[in-house]
Nanobody
């Protein structure tokens, strides 16, 4: 099994910064990609940013220029640096990872989520 554990959420004022972390552990053969999604109350879960094993990035238009995704391969950890935060960034942030657990078997895994609240 694979576990994803997020940390770093909290309450921040508009214009502030937060850094989220997500560590993957368990039966990991190879990580294909890791990323972040978010879900605000009443909304569907949406992509924030992803990073694949080849170094390719994908950001939501709403966060481009403000958020940066990065990864520490040695620690199987992905980070999301969030700057210039806005009230509309308020949501539960979920870590996602697409992982091979054997040479043939892969699956998508999700963390439990960490709350980010941007408010004065």
């Amino acid at each position: 099994q694979v576990q994803l554990v997020e940390s770093g959420g909290g309450l921040v004022q508009p214009g502030g910064s937060l850094k989220l972390s997500c560590a993957a552990s368990g039966s990991i053969f190879r990580i294909i990609s890791m990323g972040w999604y978010r879900q605000a109350p009443g909304n569907e879960r949406e992509l924030v940013a992803t990073l694949n094993s080849g170094g390719g990035y994908n950001y939501a238009d709403s966060v481009k220029g403000r958020f940066t995704i990065s990864r520490d391969n040695a620690k199987n950890t992905v980070y999301l640096q969030m700057n210039s935060l806005k009230p509309e960034d308020t949501a539960a942030y979920y870590c996602n990872a697409r992982i091979y657990t054997t040479i043939q078997q892969w699956d998508d895994y999700w963390g439990r989520g960490t709350q980010v609240t941007v408010s004065s």
